[in-house]
């Protein structure tokens, strides 16, 4: 049962209390459990999916520990901002288009 870790912003409140009610909130808006199973991750999961669905604000990331992914982390996202997460040589990378960062300078 690896660590899960569950990152919000801007969402509602009633996010807040779900996670508060199944992880320990490190600080506003983080969440960490430290033995969780697949099952109730993906119970999780879908509960801020169906919830996100219906009010599709602010954004969520759920990340944990899974050796049979490229670097060794199971990653899920919902929400802003979109981040092109790829694999290379067995790592995880992000990548960002710098022609709309060079467009905001």
């Not at 199973?37 to 993906?42: C, D, K, L, N, Y």
């Not at 219906?54 to 899920?76: E, Y």
Request: glycine share 10%.
């Amino acid at each position: 049962m690896p660590m899960v870790v569950i990152i919000t912003r801007d969402v509602e409140q009633r996010y807040r209390g779900f996670l508060g009610s199944t992880m320990l909130e490190l600080a506003p808006g983080i969440y960490a459990q430290p033995r969780m199973s697949a099952g109730v991750r993906t119970r999780i999961w879908n509960v801020l999916m169906d919830w996100y669905g219906q009010l599709g604000k602010g954004s969520i990331v759920m990340t944990w520990v899974d050796s049979a992914s490229n670097g060794g982390l199971g990653l899920s996202t919902l929400g802003e901002p979109p981040k092109d997460i790829v694999a290379k040589d067995a790592m995880l990378l992000v990548r960002r288009d710098i022609s709309k960062a060079k467009n905001r300078a």
